[in-house]
C-alpha cells in the first residue's frame, strides 16, 4: 500500500491538509508537529503508508527505514545543538495516536527519563 485515503499524515503528504513542511523529497517528509510537546517537536515520516514502526518486519525496502533515521537525524542537528529526543509510537499501547509511521523529534528542553 502506498496510501491511505483515511490517513491523516497520507491526506497532508497529499496536499489535501495544511502543514509546515521543513522537509519533503519523492520518499521522507517531515512537517512541524500541530500539539509540540517541546519547543521544537518534528515529525518524520515515509511518504508511503506504512502503519507502524513493526510493519517493517520483512518490508521489501529496507532502505526506506535508513533514509527515515537519516532526515531524522539532519533534523535532530538542525534543531538543536544540546541535544534532542527521537520517539517512535508504536500502537496504541505505545501511544501511537496516527496509524502511519513517523519520528517524533524534540528539542529545545531538558528532557527526563523515563519519559513516561
Do not use: Y
Not at 518486519?57 to 541535544?83: H, W
Request: aromatic share 6%; hydrophobic share 40%.
Amino acid at each position: 500500500m502506498t496510501s491511505d485515503s483515511t490517513c491523516i499524515f497520507c491526506k497532508i503528504i497529499a496536499g489535501d491538509i495544511p502543514a509546515n513542511f521543513v522537509h519533503r523529497d519523492e520518499d521522507v517528509v517531515a512537517i512541524t508537529d500541530v500539539n509540540p510537546q517541546a519547543p521544537q517537536h518534528v515529525l518524520v515520516m515515509p511518504v508511503r503508508h506504512i502503519p507502524t514502526f513493526a510493519d517493517f518486519v520483512g518490508f521489501e525496502k529496507p532502505e526506506l527505514i535508513t533514509k527515515v533515521f537519516s532526515v531524522a537525524g539532519q533534523l535532530s542537528r538542525e534543531l538543536s545543538a544540546n541535544g534532542s529526543r527521537a520517539v517512535i509510537n508504536t500502537g496504541p499501547e505505545g501511544g501511537q495516536t496516527v496509524d502511519h509511521l513517523h519520528v517524533h523529534v524534540l528539542a529545545g528542553r531538558q528532557m527526563h527519563w523515563p519519559p513516561g
